[in-house]
């Protein structure tokens, strides 16, 4: 994986909609910080892992009889089970914000998605420019501070940063099944366990941390072929699902760009 995400990502442009979403502007620029960063102003977003917790525990214990095991009841309790059942999407705006360290680079990373219709968009900043992208409705577009006077929209729509989303790796890699749980570990003070997302060919992908009351995820860490140190690691800031109310769809929306012309682009073959 290369370390720099944002040279990764390829060209797209804004939905036709109505509805006006926030100026960019608002987003803060990535700074060195050893404090919490700050929510984004705009995604409204209360304390997620709070609020998660309590909507994932009572479905975590509707679980626990789905996730026995074995023969008499048994048997083991199925954690990969749980993280699944915990992670299933509804139908709401489902808003994350992830900060991410490739090495010396560190990302900060906003998604809101919906899961029907398939919809997605993403701002990914580092210290030095700013990135957005939306998926959905037909189109891809894509908006840069490196570029900002255009807006690239391309024919055709599909998940954009799956890699950066654990709640959609976790559900993948459930269903293919390729989530080995590992065991119980810590992360500061919360117990958590940790699971391996294994590859189509059995290799070993990123390691998902997941909390062990909750089971929604905490980090994901990606390292090389062969182990060694972290290639990427993701931090779970915020995560929680949104009403699918007029205010929240209009967050998957691209923002203005007074300045920006839209661009049409064919796609590159084999895309």
Known sequence: MQTDLLDQISAINPLPEDLPAPSIASLPTLRERDARPERPHRARARSAFPKRAALAL?????????ALLGQGGGGQFDVAAAVYKATIAGNGVHYMFLE???????????RWSTANPLRERDVI????????????????????????RKILR?????????QWDPVRVIQ???????LHVLGKTTVGTRAAYRAE??????????????????????EMIYHKPGGGSPTLVVHVRSYEELPATTASLA???LAHHASARVVNKTRPAGR
């Open 125 to 148: 900043a580092n210290r030095s420019r700013i990135v957005e992208l939306v998926s959905g409705g037909g189109f891809e577009s894509d908006w840069s501070t490196e570029h900002s």
């Open 100 to 110: 991410g360290e490739a090495g010396p680079v560190r990302i900060r990373y906003w």
């Open 251 to 253: 967050l998957m929306r």
């Open 197 to 218: 997302v294994l590859s189509q060919h059995g290799t070993t992908g990123p390691i998902v941390i997941v909390d062990a009351h909750t089971f929604m995820p905490i």
């Open 172 to 178: 993948e890699a459930y269903r293919a099944g390729r």
């Open 58 to 66: 009572p479905i975590a214990a509707a679980v626990l009889g789905l």
């Open 154 to 162: 391309v024919h055709g729509s599909a998940p954009l940063l799956n």
